[in-house]
């Protein structure tokens, strides 16, 4: 067993982190067209950003004034850092960092789960992120209702992962303090529950 954060920074010396970004593809593509929708300009960040390839997507949009991508794994921000020379890189624990300047959009894709009291990195996120009227925006696959998911802590053999519910993570949402929360499963084939996507405004 390992630390999600060792875990991961193995991941990208295989050159899994690869095919990670594409599985993750076409929910993070839904939780971008959501979060951005109807605005004009907006800051972001990326919580837990793995190689940066959401931060490099974003920051490239003309709407996006500023793109920043956060992880703990040094092996991800090395990698992020040499294939971007354009967008903000930070390594740190996400419970540990805040930035100089709140933004409009906090995005996590597969990263909340892998923390002791996801309910205290949200109440951080909410508290020292995001601009007033910003938007916090998370989709995680290993949840409750999702139950080919039940085996990844014994499969992927990391030490720290989290199960709750969908109304577990709206309800730390709400104690943190966000307002207008949404959630929605993206993605549903068969057994497969899709992404739990959740949302909520500052
Ligand atoms: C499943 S990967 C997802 C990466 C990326 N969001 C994506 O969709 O490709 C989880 C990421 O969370 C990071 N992570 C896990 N625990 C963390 C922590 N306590 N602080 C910062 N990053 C963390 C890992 O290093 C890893 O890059």
């Not at 850092?81 to 930070?90: A, H, R």
């Not at 959009?105 to 996801?118: D, R």
């Given at each position: 067993m390992g630390t999600p954060i060792k875990v991961f920074s193995d991941w990208v010396i295989k050159g899994k982190d690869e095919g990670m970004a594409e599985g993750h593809s076409s929910s993070v593509k839904n939780m971008l067209e959501n979060s951005t929708k109807g605005l004009s300009e907006f800051s972001f960040i990326d919580a837990g950003?793995?190689?940066?390839w959401v931060v490099r997507n974003i920051g490239s949009n003309p709407n996006c004034k500023k793109a920043i991508g956060v992880d703990g794994s040094s092996n991800m921000i090395e990698k992020a850092e040499n294939l971007d020379n354009k967008n903000k890189y930070y390594c740190s624990d996400l419970m540990n960092w805040s930035p100089d300047k709140k933004v409009d959009i906090v995005h996590s894709m597969e990263?909340?789960?892998?923390?002791?009291s996801p309910d205290k990195l949200i109440k951080h996120i909410h508290d020292n992120w995001i601009l007033k009227g910003g938007k916090l925006i998370m989709g995680i696959d290993y949840y409750k209702e999702n139950k080919p998911s039940h085996t990844w802590q014994e499969d992927c053999c990391i030490t720290t992962m989290k199960m709750f519910a969908k109304k577990d993570w709206l309800t730390f949402f709400k104690a943190a303090g966000f307002k207008n929360t949404e959630s929605w499963f993206y993605g549903k084939d068969g057994d497969w529950n899709g992404t739990l996507i959740v949302s909520g405004v500052k």
């Amino acid at each position: 067993m390992g630390t999600p954060i060792k875990v991961f920074s193995d991941w990208v010396i295989k050159g899994k982190d690869e095919g990670m970004a594409e599985g993750h593809s076409s929910s993070v593509k839904n939780m971008l067209e959501n979060s951005t929708k109807g605005l004009s300009e907006f800051s972001f960040i990326d919580a837990g950003c793995g190689n940066g390839w959401v931060v490099r997507n974003i920051g490239s949009n003309p709407n996006c004034k500023k793109a920043i991508g956060v992880d703990g794994s040094s092996n991800m921000i090395e990698k992020a850092e040499n294939l971007d020379n354009k967008n903000k890189y930070y390594c740190s624990d996400l419970m540990n960092w805040s930035p100089d300047k709140k933004v409009d959009i906090v995005h996590s894709m597969e990263v909340f789960y892998y923390f002791e009291s996801p309910d205290k990195l949200i109440k951080h996120i909410h508290d020292n992120w995001i601009l007033k009227g910003g938007k916090l925006i998370m989709g995680i696959d290993y949840y409750k209702e999702n139950k080919p998911s039940h085996t990844w802590q014994e499969d992927c053999c990391i030490t720290t992962m989290k199960m709750f519910a969908k109304k577990d993570w709206l309800t730390f949402f709400k104690a943190a303090g966000f307002k207008n929360t949404e959630s929605w499963f993206y993605g549903k084939d068969g057994d497969w529950n899709g992404t739990l996507i959740v949302s909520g405004v500052k």
